[in-house]
């Protein structure tokens, strides 16, 4: 499905590294997503302010001051559409998001995305969660903030398990992997989560399930909820996702890495197990595996 967007207005309030700086310096060094000359093109459409007076790319800006974008109407990016729900009961929902779909709005997508076609039916749906624009399978909503503040509490004691293809032939049959996550730099979006020392502690469970020369299939338990924490994990034990277009082997990125939300992995959240926020009994929810993963 395609839709046109009517755009939106950016609103940020500038950091203290905007001291000094003028407004197309730091529009380039803060939002790596866009090039110099694409930034100067905004700038020359009367597309940014700067304190509700059009920016010409040259004033000194101070922090503190409110630095606006208004962006333009677009075109969204054809994706999936539909879904499948898996569990509903007065207080949650749980669909099956296809591979393909964005679960939020953001990264140039706002109408085509799981939370505005859910929504559309259950329009106080609140995700509890995300997963991936490429990874399918098992997304959890509340049907009201309270519901969604005590599972929000308990959210480390929900049981999440994926399935995957890894690189290469796994010579191991279960793993824990532990490596830390956080910020490290990349080349067009200025930092991403990866393995780093200084980073945040991370645990993953991997169960091999089937080896062949295409790669490894295997099952991953995730104990914490890290960003990009399996492809990060697998990677940095020599293992990455096969197809993954950021990470590479020991959980860095690729020497010309694409971006997280970029397809070619294979990764689908299979089930999920925890104590209901009102029932009081074992909830288990499982999404049926995809075609390549079968």
Known sequence: MTSE????????????????????????????????????????AQEVRVNGTIADGAERLKPGGILIWDRPGWEEEEVPSGYEILYRDEVLL????????????????????????????????????????????????????????????????????????????????????????????????GEIFGASSAGKASRSMVNVLQRSAAGTLCSVEIMTGRPHQIRIHLASVGHPLLGDPVYGSGGGILEAPGLPGDAG????????????????????????????LR
């Not at 039916?121 to 049907?143: C, D, E, N, Q």
């Not at 689908?268 to 009994?281: E, Q, S």
């Open 5 to 44: 967007n009517s755009g939106y207005t950016f609103r940020h309030v500038l950091r203290p590294s905007a001291a000094g700086q003028s407004t197309l310096e730091y529009l380039v060094e803060r939002f790596r997503h866009s090039t110099r000359e694409e930034w100067l093109a905004r700038i020359e």
């Open 94 to 189: 749980a669909v099956n998001k296809p591979s393909g779909l964005p679960t939020l709005p953001g990264a140039g997508f706002y109408q085509n995305t799981l939370l505005t076609q859910v929504q559309s039916a259950h329009p106080t749906a609140i995700p509890l969660h995300r997963l991936g624009r490429a990874t399918s399978g098992i997304v959890l909503f509340a049907y009201d903030r309270k519901t969604s503040a005590e599972m929000t509490r308990r959210w480390g004691e929900v049981q999440k398990e994926y399935r995957t293809v890894i690189q290469g032939i796994a010579t191991f049959d279960s793993l824990c992997i532990r490596t830390p996550i956080g910020l490290i730099p990349h080349p067009r979006l």
């Open 265 to 292: 992995y294979i990764l689908h959240a299979h089930r999920m197990k925890f104590r209901h926020p009102a029932l009081g009994r074992e909830i288990s929810i499982e999404a049926p595996l995809p075609e390549c």
